[in-house]
T-cell receptor, first 113, second 112 residues
Framework: GENVEQHPSTLSVQEGDSAVIKCTYS??????FPWYKQELGKRPQLIID?????GEKKDQRIAVTLNKTAKHFSLHITETQPEDSAVYFC????????????FGAGTQVVVTP | KAGVTQTPRYLIKTRGQQVTLSCSPI?????VSWYQQTPGQGLQFLFE???????NKGNFPGRFSGRQFSNSRSEMNVSTLELGDSALYLC???????????FGSGTRLTVV
């Protein structure tokens, strides 16, 4: 089955700097890659997603890139703010099992003022 | 627009008991997926339902089961509870293939 690896497990950045989280997946049939942000005690929230027919997607300070050949995708957060502090999860799923996500282990991001 | 609603928010059960958790998806969403979240194992897929049919199932024992009703509401049941079943159980809903999933706030289950 699909396996998703996520790095790093923790990431400390100064406010205003950029943060990058990387994920690799094993099954080339995966074609949908969402990113979720989970603040302490709260539900995971979808912040951005990308499909396999797209190489990059941006939404304000957040961007995701996908390299299908290498089977990896990354989350980029620019101009980080304290409210970006949270655990971020990457995930992958396939067209024939759309609602079945394989999640990465998560990255704890801490933004210090 | 109401979000995904999970009830109850918290549960304490004794080993050997059974429990039923409920999930009401966003109006118009026909797909519901369930996940178990623990500090050690992270987010693990349990099952996914679409229009009352289970489309996918994760690698959990048969003690874990679920169903979906005609109004898209879903329930999951865990029988013969074990201490290791203590976790946050999350459900997520979507319109279906091609659409993103929105998570509920979860049910925190503690087995003592």
């Amino acid at each position: 089955g699909e396996n998703v690896e996520q790095h790093p497990s923790t990431l400390s950045v100064q406010e205003g700097d950029s943060a990058v989280i990387k994920c690799t997946y094993s099954d080339s049939a995966s074609n949908y890659f969402p990113w979720y942000k989970q603040e302490l005690g709260k539900r995971p929230q979808l912040i951005i997603d990308i499909r396999s027919n797209v190489g990059e997607k941006k939404d304000q300070r957040i961007a995701v890139t996908l390299n299908k050949t290498a089977k990896h995708f990354s989350l980029h957060i620019t101009e980080t703010q304290p409210e970006d502090s949270a655990v971020y999860f990457c995930a992958a799923s396939m067209a024939d099992s759309w609602g079945k996500f394989q999640f990465g282990a998560g990255t704890q991001v801490v933004v210090t003022p | 627009k109401a979000g995904v609603t999970q009830t109850p928010r918290y549960l304490i059960k004794t080993r050997g008991q059974q429990v039923t958790l409920s999930c009401s998806p966003i109006s118009g969403h026909r797909s519901v997926s369930w996940y178990q979240q623990t500090p050690g194992q992270g987010l693990q897929f349990l099952f996914e339902y679409f229009s009352e049919t289970q489309r996918n199932k994760g690698n959990f024992p048969g003690r874990f089961s679920g169903r979906q009703f005609s109004n898209s509401r879903s329930e999951m049941n865990v029988s013969t509870l074990e201490l290791g079943d203590s976790a946050l159980y999350l459900c997520a809903s979507s319109k279906g293939t091609g659409a993103g999933y929105t998570f509920g706030s979860g049910t925190r289950l503690t087995v003592v």
